[in-house]
């Protein structure tokens, strides 16, 4: 590897190559400047985002789990041959798909001109590609608060799915040489035309039983995970052994044989029509099932009930399973909200780790040791913001419940606040205290340059002693010399 200089008096601002590395340098003038911005621009955005996104998770979740409980009182339980029955109402069923009257759905790209009778049909596309893999490595300059980023570049040929086509492999490279060397090419073709991507296509109505299911939602929920072993290879493509998988190497060029940078290999994919019985709750009208809508309540619109699920259930084993899937999404939501609430919390104190860490020497130990504990302390404020924006929002959806909980986040708060109070005015005691002593200290020190006259405990004696005159008494001086 060619060495490169990572002395910032060296290479300056600019970026210095070497075969497989670029390092780059950033004045401490410059991260001051990014960090300012992001404390007083992007910080608060963050935290009025998330603000958004906790307040309207936690209403979700109220109103979901209203959903759901109104969906398990309100179905009626009907028989797949009578379609009629319970018009106008929510109904809970488990029937068989049929699949006589759907039609033929086409395929994709090149594949256009066959068609395939099913739920749906699902593109399953990859490339091979070469990927640029880069790891940066960040060291702080000794003096002035700048960074240098030592940043390593790394080839190698892989399959990678079409929808990370454009992320994972670049038309260009940062080391065309060394790309060349180890992937064979400088520059990543583009994706061959005809080639389908990674894509699905449903039906706009299907049969289960003698209903009509309408709602796309409950239709795309029928997984598409069965190859379709009938569909011939067209020209430009060939079996690659499995079923419903073909390759083309249309995109590599004059290249050799195997895997080839370009070539693309799809695969497809329906339904299972050996395993038909699927399990559904949503509106009856007259045979057509579409999305049920729940009673309106207290900051809830009525949410729309439609669900569907492979196999045989029970009516109250299908809205825990509901049910359950909606606390998942909100317990991430509320990860999520929390954490960046933190970050945001964090990136207010950034500009003060930046200016310790322009400090000769020893900057970048204090810039450390200031980002571990601001680390900790943001997190007393990530919390509080958290929880008084999920408490607001309880204390309006489900006072019963949200209230109390309210109350106990401000007795704590309060207990928190007090607490720091206290501390703080007992050091405001002490230094008192101590000025008073230093005070008294100064004003027992005589013109003489004697030091201040002290008690036995060290301490300085609650008020100065005066001397008080005495007046002489005259002495005869023969009696003192004859003892008379």
Not at 307 to 325: S, Y
Not at 393 to 422: H, K, T
Request: hydrophobic residues 40%.
């Amino acid at each position: 590897l060619t060495p490169v200089s990572t002395d910032p008096a060296v290479m300056g601002n600019g970026p210095v190559s070497g075969y497989d590395t670029e390092v780059t340098h950033q004045n401490g003038a410059s991260r001051l400047c990014n960090s300012l911005g992001a404390a007083i621009c992007l910080a608060p955005l963050l935290l009025l985002a998330m603000t958004g996104l906790v307040g309207w998770n936690e209403k979700n979740a109220v109103c979901q789990a209203k959903k759901i409980d109104a969906g398990r009182e309100s179905a009626h339980d009907a028989y797949c041959n009578a379609p009629t029955a319970y018009s106008g109402g929510l109904i809970f069923a488990s029937c068989d798909l049929r699949q006589d009257g759907l039609q033929p759905l086409p395929g994709f790209g090149d594949f256009g001109a066959l068609s395939f009778v099913g739920i749906g049909i699902q593109a399953e596309s990859s490339i091979y590609c070469c990927i640029e893999d880069s790891h940066s490595e960040t060291k702080k300059d000794p003096v002035g608060g700048g960074s240098s980023t030592v940043t390593t570049y790394s080839y190698s040929a892989e399959w990678v799915q079409s929808s990370y086509f454009n992320s994972k492999c670049p038309p260009s490279f940062h080391k065309p040489d060394k790309a060349k060397s180890q992937c064979g090419i400088s520059s990543n073709p583009p994706w061959p035309k005809g080639a389908p991507t990674s894509q699905s296509r449903y039906v706009s109505e299907m049969q289960a039983g003698s209903f009509s299911i309408i709602d796309p939602g409950m239709i795309s929920s029928v997984p598409l995970n069965t190859p379709i072993a009938t569909w011939s290879p067209p020209w430009g493509w060939r079996s690659d052994g499995s079923p419903g998988s073909f390759v083309s190497r249309n995109g590599c060029g004059p290249q050799g044989y195997g895997d080839c940078v370009g070539m693309v290999r799809v695969s497809f994919k329906s339904n299972d029509w050996s395993r038909r019985t699927v399990t559904f709750a949503g509106e009856n009208w007259n045979g057509v099932i579409e999305a049920w809508k729940a009673p309106a309540s207290w900051m809830c619109g009525g949410e729309s009930l439609a669900n569907l699920e492979m196999g045989r259930f029970t009516r109250d084993a299908f809205f825990d399973l509901q049910k359950q899937r909606a606390q998942t999404l909100t317990l991430i939501l509320r990860l999520i909200g929390f954490l960046v609430m933190w970050l945001a919390f964090s990136m207010c104190f950034r500009p003060f780790g930046v200016l310790l860490d322009c400090i000769p020497c020893i900057g970048p130990w204090l810039e450390g040791c200031f980002d571990c504990a601001v680390c900790c302390v943001t997190c007393v404020p990530a919390t509080a913001c958290f929880m008084g924006v999920a408490g607001f929002m309880w204390c309006f959806m489900r006072p019963l419940v949200g209230i109390p909980l309210m109350l106990l986040w401000i007795a704590v708060m309060s207990w928190y606040g007090y607490r720091a109070y206290q501390k703080r005015h007992d050091i405001s005691s002490k230094m008192g205290d101590m000025q008073r002593g230093i005070a008294m200290s100064a004003r027992n020190f005589n013109g003489n340059g004697a030091q201040p006259f002290v008690t036995a405990s060290g301490a300085p004696p609650s008020a100065p002693v005066l001397a008080q005159p005495v007046l002489a008494q005259p002495v005869d001086a023969q009696a003192m010399r004859f003892g008379s």
